[in-house]
Structures are given as C-alpha cells and as structure tokens.
C-alpha cells in the first residue's frame, strides 16, 4: 500500500521533555511538510523539505526541529523550547511544491 | 497579507438535502485552489483542486466552483449522507512555489 504513515497516533510528553514524531512516505515524493492544527484554526506550517538534506522553516518553526536524511523519512522533534506543544500534528507529501499533497492521519500531542 | 477565509464556520443539515460552502481567498500569485475532507481526529483527504483557467470540477457529489476575477470558491454537496459529517478545508496555493495557505475550514454534521 502506497501512503504517508505518522506514529504514532496518540503521544504524551512531561513538561521539559523532547518528543520525536515520526513520519515516513513510499510514494517517492521530493517533498514533505510538517502542520500544526489547533482546535477552531487553519494548519500553519512548521517546517517543510524539498530534497534530501535540506529543510526550510515555516511560519511557526520556532521550538521545533527535523531532519530529512532519507526521502522517505522527516521526523519532527518537539522540543523542551515549544511552550504550547499540545496540538494535532499532520505530515503531509508531494512530488512537487505546487501538486497535490498528500496527508498522514495525524499525530496527538499532550503536555501531561 | 495572503488569507484564505471559509464560511459559515459551522453548518447543520439533514440528511439527503444539499448545501454549499464558502471559500474566499486574498492570494497572490495565485496557483491552485483545493478542498479537502478532514474527519474527526484523521487528515485531510483532497475533493477537487482547480487551476486559475477551470471553473468547476466534481468528485461524485461534491462540485467545487472558482471564480478568479471576485477570488471566490464554493463547494457543492449533493444529496448529503451522514458519512459527509466533517470539516470541509479551503486551502490556495501561493506561487511557483506552492507555499499553501488554509483556511480554518467549515464543519459539517449532517444529522438523520
């Protein structure tokens, strides 16, 4: 099954802690994104990825950081710095900036 | 200032009865308009996606129309069934390089 695959689904983190959302593609797609969605607001973009080895920041990066070693892959570590991390995270990928994207089922956040 | 802006922000309807929803947007350079489906707790999965030279397009009961000169969008649902219960996202595409911008969608529930 071709498809973008977030784990996991539900995540908790301590206050103070980093926490790592994973995020892999197999549809050979170049680029990938990472969203936050807060309840009653529009996704606002973290960071996104064109090509292996090169990320670019979002308008909400700050607090968060990625790697993009493989094509496939583009984990997101949330980080101690991301005051308000709890939020409904969505990756998503695309052959191409301006094609269609596609999203994975999302991951929750909570700061217990 | 790039906005996408949706409405009504929330929509009740009964099953079998139509309804259509608002998209405006203030893009430039515009690139392509999309709607997606979002259920609850999932990602969004693409209806329609529409360049600046196409007016309608359909996806079964859905028919999203643009027009470019009032930078307008509707979609259309036909026939609705409880399973269209969701958020429904207008979502612009900025430029050549695809930087997208959404809207903070319109949730419909359709009720029996």
């Known amino acids: 099954d071709g498809g973008i695959t977030q784990s996991p689904k539900y995540l908790f983190r301590k206050e103070g802690q980093n926490v790592t959302l994973s995020c892999e593609q197999n549809l050979n797609h170049d680029a990938m994104y990472w969203y936050r969605q807060d309840p009653g607001q529009g996704l606002r973009l973290i960071y996104y990825?064109?090509?292996?080895?090169?990320?670019q920041k979002g308008d909400i990066a700050e607090g968060y950081s990625v790697s993009r070693e493989k094509k496939e892959s583009f984990p997101l570590t949330v980080t101690s710095a991301q005051k308000n991390p709890t939020a409904f995270y969505l990756c998503?990928?695309?052959?191409?900036?301006?094609?269609?994207?596609?999203f994975g089922q999302g991951t929750r956040l909570t700061v217990v | 200032k790039n906005q996408v802006e949706q409405s009504p922000q929330s929509l009740i309807i009964l099953e079998g009865k139509n309804c259509t929803l608002q998209?405006?947007?203030?893009?430039?350079?515009?690139?392509?308009l999309r709607w997606y489906k979002q259920d609850t707790g999932r990602g969004p999965v693409s209806l329609t996606i529409?360049?600046?030279?196409?007016n309608t397009k359909s996806n079964g009961r859905y028919t999203a129309t643009l027009d470019a000169d009032t930078k307008q969008s509707s979609l259309h649902i036909t026939a609705s069934q409880l399973s269209d219960s969701a958020s429904y996202i207008c979502?612009?595409?900025?430029?050549?390089?695809?930087?997208?911008?959404f809207g903070k969608g319109t949730k419909l529930s359709v009720k029996p």
């Open positions: 998209c405006n947007y203030t893009v430039s350079p515009f690139s392509n």
């Open positions: 998503a990928s695309s052959i191409y900036g301006y094609t269609e994207a596609f």
């Open positions: 529409m360049t600046f030279s196409e």
């Open positions: 990825s064109q090509i292996v080895n090169d990320f």
């Open positions: 979502v612009v595409s900025v430029g050549s390089q695809g930087n997208l911008i």
